[in-house]
C-alpha cells in the first residue's frame, strides 16, 4: 500500500519526503536534527532551518526520499549527466544519475535521479530498499 508524499513549506523554503522509497538510514536526524525530528510532531521543523541545510540533507539521503519543493510544492530535480551505481556494505544499491524504473510489463515505476534498491530480497517494498537489511543481519 502506497504511502502520501509529505510536503513542508515555510516562507519559501521547502522539503518533500517520500515515505514509500526511504531507507530509514536516519541520515536526515543524525545530521540534522534541528530540522528532522520524529519524536515531535511534525516530524520535519522548518523554523529555523536554512535552504543551504535543507540541500544538504536533500544530498546526504541515501534513497532521493527527500526533495527541495519549490513555490507550488513540486520536487525539484536535479538532474545528473551520468548515473552511479555504488554497493552499499551490508545494505541497497545507491543509483545516482538520471534514470528510470520500469516493471516486467513496462509500466514505469520511478523517474528519479536518486535511489536506493534492495539487494537483500527482503524489502516489502521491492524493487527499493526499506532498510530491512538492517534487520536481517544482511551480510553481502
Known amino acids: 500500500m502506497s504511502k502520501e508524499i509529505q510536503n513542508y513549506k515555510k516562507n519559501e523554503l521547502g522539503i518533500s519526503y517520500d515515505p514509500n522509497i526511504c531507507t530509514h538510514s536516519a541520515n536526515c536526524m543524525n545530521g540534522f536534527p534541528e530540522i528532522f525530528n520524529i519524536e515531535k ?44 551505481i555504488d554497493v552499499m556494505s551490508k545494505g541497497p544499491l545507491l543509483v545516482k544519475g538520471r534514470f528510470k524504473i520500469t516493471d516486467h510489463n513496462g509500466n514505469v515505476l520511478e523517474t528519479k535521479d536518486k535511489v536506493a ?22 551480510d553481502h
Open 41 to 84: 510532531e511534525p516530524w520535519v521543523n522548518l523554523d529555523s532551518a536554512k535552504k543551504e541545510k535543507l540541500t544538504e540533507a536533500v544530498k546526504n539521503c541515501p534513497s532521493g526520499a527527500l526533495k527541495i519543493i519549490d513555490d507550488t510544492a513540486q520536487a525539484v530535480e536535479e538532474a545528473g549527466e551520468i548515473v552511479k
Open 117 to 138: 534498491l534492495c539487494r537483500c530480497g527482503s524489502s516489502k517494498n521491492k524493487p527499493f530498499c526499506d532498510g530491512t537489511h538492517s534487520k536481517i543481519d544482511f
